[in-house]
Nanobody, 117 residues
Framework: QVQLVESGGGLVQAGGSLRLSCAAS????????MGWFRRAPGKEREFVAAISGIGGTTSYTDSVKGRFTISNNANNMMYLQMNSLTPDDTAVYYC???????????WGPGTQVTVSS
């Protein structure tokens, strides 16, 4: 099993920045890739960004490209640097992890990000 815990959410004004962190524990050697997802009020959960391996290939949803940066390190930490935030980025942000060849299976409880206009 893998346990994930997010931190770093909060309230920020439009144009501001936040850095989310995700701490992984347990059988972290089984993790192939990690990612960030978000669920805005009244909407479905959506993919935000993902990273494979340690500092490996990254991918982003179009709406955050150029504003968000995903990263991780060998200490089982993953980050999401979020710049130029807008009210549309308001959501609960979830950390997720998956094994090779599988779907995202492990999820954190989420952290709230609220961007005021």
């Amino acid at each position: 099993q893998v346990q994930l815990v997010e931190s770093g959410g909060g309230l920020v004004q439009a144009g501001g920045s936040l850095r989310l962190s995700c701490a992984a524990s347990g059988r972290t050697s089984s993790i192939y890739a990690m990612g960030w997802f978000r669920r805005a009020p009244g909407k479905e959960r959506e993919f935000v960004a993902a990273i494979s391996g340690i500092g490996g290939t990254t991918s982003y949803t179009d709406s955050v490209k150029g504003r968000f940066t995903i990263s991780n390190n060998a200490n089982n930490m993953m980050y999401l640097q979020m710049n130029s935030l807008t009210p549309d980025d308001t959501a609960v942000y979830y950390c997720a992890a998956r094994r090779a060849g599988g779907a995202f299976y492990y999820w954190g409880p989420g952290t709230q990000v609220t961007v005021s206009s």
